[in-house]
C-alpha cells in the first residue's frame, strides 16, 4: 500500500501563487507515476499534470505555463507549484501515484485538499 498525504491547501487571490506537497510512505518501490489531479464542484476529476519516475512530464492545456511539477525523490514527495491562479482553478486537488504490482498497475489516492481562488 501506498499513502499520500497532501499538504498546501488555501485561499488565494486571482494571480496569486500557491504550492501543494504530497509525500509518499508505504510500499513506495515501483511508484512509475506521480501526479494531480482536481475536481472542482459539478464537474468531473481531471488530470492537472504526472511526472513519470523517468522524468517525463505532461499538463493538461488549461495550466500549462501557470503549473510546475516537481518531484524529490530523497523525499519522496511531489509539488505542484501554481502561479496566475483563476477562479477556474477552484477545486479539490489530488494527489495521485501509480504503482507496478505483479505486471499491474495499481492506483493510489490522496485525501484531496481545497484550493480557492477568489477576491
Known amino acids: 500500500q501506498v499513502q499520500l498525504v497532501e499538504s498546501g491547501a488555501g485561499l488565494v487571490q486571482p494571480g496569486g501563487s500557491l504550492r501543494l506537497s504530497c509525500a509518499a510512505s508505504g510500499s513506495i518501490s515501483s511508484i512509475v507515476v506521480m501526479g494531480w489531479y482536481r475536481q472542482a464542484p459539478g464537474k468531473q476529476r481531471e488530470r492537472v499534470g504526472i511526472?513519470?519516475?523517468?522524468?517525463?512530464?505532461s499538463y493538461v492545456d488549461s495550466v500549462k505555463g501557470r503549473f510546475t511539477i516537481s518531484r524529490d525523490n530523497a523525499k519522496s514527495t511531489v509539488y505542484l507549484q501554481m502561479s496566475n491562479l483563476k477562479p477556474e482553478d477552484t477545486a479539490v486537488y489530488y494527489c495521485?501515484?501509480?504503482?507496478?504490482?505483479?505486471?499491474?498497475?495499481?492506483?493510489?489516492w490522496g485525501q484531496g485538499t481545497q484550493v480557492t481562488v477568489s477576491s
Open positions: 511526472i513519470t519516475s523517468g522524468g517525463k512530464i
Open positions: 495521485y501515484a501509480a504503482k507496478l504490482v505483479e505486471d499491474v498497475l495499481v492506483d493510489f
